[in-house]
């Protein structure tokens, strides 16, 4: 079974709504989710919020988080996790951001870099790493690490934070 067919069953079985928050995978885990017929009875929304000013004004992340952490970052993907779940009133915020080149600007950030952050009841969880490869394989790959992110959490009933890998 597919990780995102996976998801859908275990929100179902929870009762459960999620919304996504995606900056590098471009709408890609929205795409995955909405794939599965009947996930509109858990997937409320993905907002693409590429730019900065689109994260400030989508996702109401501070121009200063922005500013000292940086657009790709564990502060700023907590508070898209955080808004995007306290917009869609769900019980599931996930967040991604990351850098998936070619390299733009003068950022010591290396291509792959990747943060996802996944706000749940009771807890949020997030992960910190760099995915190796091209452009459209760092962002397949972020949206696949953000599903079985969250399918184990709905399996194991995470109560801890994930630590960078």
Same mark, same amino acid.
């Given at each position: *079974?597919?990780?995102? =067919?996976?998801? #859908?069953?275990?929100? @179902? !079985? ?7 928050? =995606? ?5 890609? @885990? ?22 900065? /000013? ?7 992340? &501070?121009?200063?988080?922005?500013? /000292?952490? #940086?657009?790709?970052?564990? *502060?700023?993907?907590?508070? *898209? !996790?955080?808004?995007? /779940? ?5 019980? %599931?915020?996930?967040? %991604?951001? #990351?850098?998936?080149? &070619? ?6 950030? &290396?291509? #792959? ?9 009771? %807890? ?7 995915? &190796?490869?091209?452009?459209?394989? @760092? ?7 953000? $599903? =079985? *992110? $969250? ?15």
């Amino acid at each position: *079974m597919a990780v995102e =067919e996976e998801v #859908g069953r275990l929100l @179902i !079985a929870r009762g459960w709504r999620l919304a996504v928050a =995606e900056t590098s995978t471009g709408g890609f @885990i929205g795409y995955l989710l909405t794939s599965i017929p009947g996930s509109s009875s858990y997937f409320d929304r993905s907002i693409v919020a590429y730019s900065n /000013q689109a994260k400030e004004t989508s996702l109401a992340i &501070p121009p200063a988080t922005l500013q /000292q952490h #940086g657009a790709v970052s564990q *502060m700023t993907v907590l508070a *898209m !996790a955080a808004h995007v /779940q306290g917009l869609s009133q769900v019980e %599931v915020g996930l967040a %991604v951001t #990351g850098l998936t080149g &070619p390299r733009i600007g003068r950022s010591s950030k &290396p291509i #792959g870099l990747t943060y996802i952050a996944i706000a749940l009841p009771q %807890v949020t969880l997030w992960w910190q790493g760099v995915i &190796p490869g091209e452009r459209t394989e @760092i962002q397949r790959q972020s949206a696949f690490k953000v $599903l =079985e *992110m $969250l399918r184990d959490a709905l399996l194991h009933d995470s109560a801890k934070s994930v630590r960078p890998a």
